[in-house]
């Protein structure tokens, strides 16, 4: 398949000020994205690596104080969780997908 041939599927959250691309990549479905400053509540439904590209990005996880990540940084979030991520600068961002 030619790369005319493919959609990049592209979404938007929290009224345009998270959004992200999808992707395929060597270690599987991922999204790359950009955060405006703020803070935001996401949910899982599968497992996500986030790794911070740019930026940092502050991070509540279930059952954790707030940590903040920088450029190179990552963490993990199990499927079914909801965790809070806030920042006061743009962040921008890689997540990996479990299958």
């Known amino acids: 398949m030619s790369n ?3 959609t990049i599927k592209h979404s938007t959250y929290f009224d345009g000020q998270v959004q992200s691309l ?3 990549t060597p270690l599987g479905r991922a999204t790359v994205g950009v955060i405006l ?3 935001y509540k996401f949910s899982t439904n599968t497992q996500e690596t986030m790794v911070v590209v740019s930026g940092a990005l502050n ?3 279930h059952e954790t ?3 903040i990540y920088h450029a190179q940084e990552s963490f993990i979030v199990p499927s079914g969780e909801t965790f809070f991520a806030g920042c006061e600068e743009d962040v921008s961002y890689i997540c990996y997908y479990a299958e």
């Open 22 to 24: 999808a992707l395929n």
């Open 65 to 67: 104080d707030w940590l």
């Open 4 to 6: 005319t041939d493919q």
């Open 59 to 61: 991070v509540k996880l």
């Open 37 to 39: 400053p703020g803070k």
